[in-house]
T-cell receptor, first 113, second 117 residues
């Protein structure tokens, strides 16, 4: 079975540019989570969706960050404009309400110069 | 808010030996889930083991087992017969149990485990 798929795996961009990260959850999972990992703050939740609807976006750092889930098999996390402090590894995870266990994608390493 | 504490930033163990990683958490919830995730140098987050708080029996997965002490709010991971491939960062995580069954994971800071030949 395919796991959670994220793209791109690496992204290097310049400050001020728009960045879009993509995620395809495991088929049949109804929850999707976006996490960010940094050395300073560790792993922290940004936002999560249930049945494509955003449930909790309190972790989104500021208005420069936005996330969408237009259908059950696709989600995006967009940063516009990007800043050097956004450099981190961004993980997408999905879970089913039947099992309560989150499975993570390989992550996207974002570097903003 | 729930907090998860991993008091051992780094640990080392020799191949074939046993090692225990510590985790404590603070919560007022009675129903919750606890997890250990492994993050090798590839940075992939891999589920190691899962424990439901209402279950008395400690979870086991092959060489991995936990010692869950609910009253003490402790959730340690024991790795038996350590292998070189176990070298990774290990994260303890807490999740509330809700009727909707969906909630974010609260992670500890992690323990870096090195398995040496």
């Amino acid at each position: 079975d395919a796991g959670v798929i994220q793209s791109p795996r690496h992204e290097v961009t310049e400050m001020g540019q728009e960045v879009t990260l993509r995620c395809k959850p495991i088929s049949g999972h109804d929850y999707l989570f976006w996490y960010r990992q940094t050395m300073m703050r560790g792993l922290e939740l940004l936002i999560y969706f249930n049945n494509n609807v955003p449930i909790d976006d309190s972790g989104m750092p500021e208005d420069r960050f936005s996330a969408k889930m237009p259908n059950a098999s696709f989600s995006t996390l967009k940063i516009q404009p990007s800043e050097p402090r956004d450099s981190a590894v961004y993980f997408c995870a999905s879970s089913s309400s039947a099992r309560n266990t989150q499975y993570f994608g390989p992550g996207t390493r974002l570097t903003v110069l | 808010a729930q907090t998860v504490t991993q008091s051992q930033p780094e640990m080392s163990v020799q191949e074939a030996e046993t090692v225990t990683l510590s985790c404590t958490y603070d919560t007022s919830e009675s129903n919750y889930y606890l997890f250990w995730y492994k993050q090798p140098p590839s940075r992939q987050m891999i589920l190691v083991i899962r424990q439901e708080a209402y279950k008395q029996q400690n979870a086991t997965e092959n060489r991995f087992s936990v010692n869950f002490q609910k009253a003490a709010k402790s959730f340690s991971l024991k790795i038996s017969d350590s292998q070189l491939g176990d070298t990774a960062m290990y994260f303890c995580a807490f999740m509330k149990h809700t009727t909707s069954n969906g909630y974010a994971l609260n992670f500890g800071k992690g323990t870096s485990l090195l398995v040496t030949p």
